[in-house]
């Protein structure tokens, strides 16, 4: 089962953007989510990812490691993202360590371009 809820911005952020999160459930069981942010948005060490307003920024993914390698996260991140474009937002981000080879995987399953910041 696939469900999605809509929270306000980040408690404490700063973040003027809302926030939804998209998740399976297995049972009764959270499996896994996938954050997505409509606006500007904390990263790392104070820096922040500025979002346009046809974008969305998908900033955490995470699946419980028992139900890894079972195809979640990619039915998560097409569930979720097909969302988006309701809300306007046609374009996607996502930060990935270069070091993260399932983090970087899962988008191209899901047929997302992949590109590269410096």
């Known amino acids: 089962m696939f469900r999605t809820s ?13 926030s939804s999160v998209a998740g399976n459930v297995a049972s009764v ?3 896994g989510y ?3 942010a409509f606006g500007d948005t904390p990263h ?11 974008a969305r920024y998908l900033y ?10 079972r195809g979640f996260a990619p039915r998560m991140y097409a569930g979720a993202s097909a ?3 309701r ?6 981000t996502l930060a990935v360590e270069a070091d993260n080879t399932a983090g970087l995987r899962t988008p191209r399953r899901v047929g997302w ?6």
């Open 6 to 18: 809509r929270y306000s911005s980040l408690s404490g952020s700063g973040g003027s953007a809302a």
């Open 34 to 36: 996938v954050w997505f």
């Open 44 to 54: 790392v060490e104070g820096s922040w990812v500025r979002v346009e307003r046809s």
């Open 29 to 31: 069981t959270v499996v």
């Open 87 to 92: 809300r306007g937002r046609v374009l996607g």
């Open 60 to 69: 955490k993914a995470f699946i419980r490691p028992g139900y890894r390698r």
């Open 113 to 118: 371009p992949l590109g590269r910041h410096r």
């Open 83 to 85: 969302l988006c474009p």
